[in-house]
């Protein structure tokens, strides 16, 4: 579910948000698809039937993701099952993308409902699919557990920075859900047509998944630091250290 209000949350004078409705935030994202999905979703929105509800997305987006963990450890039996966590990816994308998309549309937004069921579904969808991978025989636990700490922290971050800035940004560069959605499918895809690239480091053996998770996990935490420096020397020019505040 998405909020599309624009403006800061500005204290008034006894600190509680005064200039903005609590919940509401400008959002932003500069990642690779937003355009084309800004473009495709309404339209997708409005071609639903009147009975499905953004609720009914939000939990198709939520089984999809219980599924895809799923489907991966059930890639120790075949690695056919990551045909269906392809496809579950896309289902996956839909119920999430849609159910805050079809609230706007309908002009049915609930924008405090919304913000805290999203967040809380992207958190259980993240751990799932990161648990998943980590126990299929294409990823290290260790590693499918960095990849979900890391978008955890990242997302913990967003949150923040929505309640402090008012600015929701949730894509980090050109990365987005929607484009790790892709790179998965892509990953899943090579890993069934061509023969497993596996490296042996010290007794370790890692595979693609693995190297490319690994980089995406210090990405991300490269990410967080980048972003959480910016924003405190942000706030403290807002907020000058040893200024008295009668």
Do not use: C, K
Not at 185 to 199: E, S, V
């Amino acid at each position: 579910m998405e909020l599309n209000q624009t403006g800061p949350i500005l204290p008034d004078d006894s600190g509680r948000p005064g200039a903005r409705q609590e919940g509401e935030h400008e959002r932003t994202g500069g990642f690779a698809l937003a355009r084309f999905e800004a473009w495709a979703l309404p339209r997708m929105a409005r071609a639903l039937p009147a009975w499905v509800t953004p609720d009914h997305l939000t939990g198709l987006g939520l089984l999809a993701s219980t599924m895809i963990a799923v489907a991966y450890v059930l890639t120790n039996r075949s690695e056919n099952w990551l045909w269906a966590v392809n496809i579950l990816l896309v289902v996956q994308w839909y119920g999430d993308s849609l159910d805050g998309t079809l609230a706007r549309v309908r002009r049915i937004e609930r924008p405090r409902y919304g913000y805290y069921l999203d967040h809380l579904t992207d958190a259980y969808s993240t751990l799932a699919i990161g648990l998943g991978l980590g126990f299929s025989p294409y990823m290290l636990l260790s590693v499918g557990l960095a990849i979900s700490i890391g978008y955890l922290l990242l997302s913990i971050n967003v949150y923040l920075e929505t309640h402090v800035f008012g600015e929701f940004r949730l894509g980090h560069g050109l990365l987005g859900p929607t484009e790790a959605r892709l790179l998965l499918i892509a990953l899943n895809t090579l890993a069934l047509l061509l023969t497993p690239m596996r490296f042996t480091l010290r007794g370790v053996t890692f595979t693609l998944f693995d190297i490319i998770g690994v980089a995406g996990a210090l990405g991300m935490f490269g990410i967080l630091v980048t972003r959480a420096a910016g924003n405190l020397r942000a706030l403290s020019r807002l907020e000058p250290p040893g200024v008295r505040r009668d």
